[in-house]
């Protein structure tokens, strides 16, 4: 239990191009989903707090407009990266956390990642 | 300021050596820390947290609020404990966690 996908997987588009990540909770709710960037070699960089039927909130240096961040439903967020440009090729993460859990209140589940590219 | 330092990038060791993965924070009130571990070409996965004082894969780690610590510890490692490791921090209401920048681990045979 407990996967989080990510959609695509990798994906190359053109400077001035908008490209959307999917984040899906398969088998849970989460109320809450974090999306990072990830650069080579890095750690990971929190970029937003996105949360279910409101705004997400967003990491000092991190612009909105250019990153966003969609919180339709208790499964799925998605990060819509507007007018790429080649600086933002990069590593990006998402995870969930769940609405119910058994553990610590501070528990998230990773997606795979998508690797994007702007040429 | 809530900070997760990590001051090893590459810790390299042989098989069978103990194996210790530093992490410091800094947080005035009462933090949650967890470890993850990205293995090669996978997700980043929990591998324990300070509240459950629990052994995952023969791994442990104790919180010394005095030091402020949250060190990583083996006693024996092996090829396949080579990963990323993360140190994070959860402080605040909002949930979210703090990353130290990791520390690779590389196993050697």
């Known amino acids: 239990g407990a996967v989080v996908s990510q959609h695509p997987s990798r994906v190359i588009c053109k400077s001035g191009t908008s490209v959307k990540i999917e984040c899906r909770s398969l088998?849970?709710?989460?109320?809450?989903m974090f999306w990072y960037r990830q650069f080579p070699k890095k750690s990971l960089m929190l970029m937003a707090t996105?949360?279910?039927?409101?705004?997400?909130?967003?990491e000092q240096g991190v612009e909105k407009d250019k990153f966003l961040i969609n919180h339709a439903s208790l499964t799925l967020s998605t990060l819509t990266v507007t007018s790429a440009h080649p600086e933002d090729s990069s590593f990006y993460i998402c995870s969930a956390r769940p609405s119910r859990s058994s553990g610590s209140r501070y528990e998230q589940y990773f997606g795979p990642g998508t690797r994007l590219t702007v040429t | 300021a809530q900070r997760v330092t990590q001051p090893e990038k590459l810790l390299s060791v042989f098989k069978g050596a103990p194996v210790e993965l530093k992490c410091n924070y800094s947080?005035?009130?009462?933090?949650?820390l967890f470890w993850y571990v990205q293995y090669s070409r996978q997700r980043l996965q929990l591998l324990l947290r300070h509240i459950s004082r629990e052994s995952i894969k023969g791994f442990t780690a104790d919180l010394n609020k005095g030091e402020t610590s949250f060190h990583l510890k083996k006693p024996f490692a092996q090829e396949e404990d080579s990963a990323m490791y993360y140190c994070a921090l959860n402080g605040d209401s909002s949930y979210k966690l703090i990353f130290g920048s990791g520390t690779r681990l590389l196993v050697r045979p």
């Open positions: 947080y005035s009130g009462s933090p949650e």
């Open positions: 088998d849970f709710q989460a109320t809450t």
């Open positions: 996105s949360n279910e039927g409101s705004k997400a909130t967003y």
